[in-house]
């Protein structure tokens, strides 16, 4: 991986939100963190993952794993 320009920027962040409208975490989490942030969306087993899926595309995140059938990763 190639060296970020700007030290402050070595990390990503990662944002775990649950229980939270796409379009209120995407304002919270765009006013706080740092450029290169990962959103980490956790879903209840038994409720369906595509209106989420559908919410953050809308707002410009693309959808990177699955980590358990109950969470996945977006990034910005």
Not at 46 to 58: C, F, I, L, Q, S
């Amino acid at each position: 991986m190639p060296r970020r320009k700007n030290a402050r920027d070595y990390r990503g962040e990662e944002w775990i939100v649950h229980d939270v409208a796409a379009e209120e975490a995407d304002a919270i989490v765009r006013q706080h963190a740092r450029p290169g942030f990962a959103v980490s969306v956790v879903i209840a087993n038994d409720g369906p993952d595509e209106p989420t899926r559908t919410a953050y595309k809308a707002l410009g995140y693309r959808w990177r794993s699955m980590a358990t059938p109950s969470s996945g990763v977006c990034a910005a």
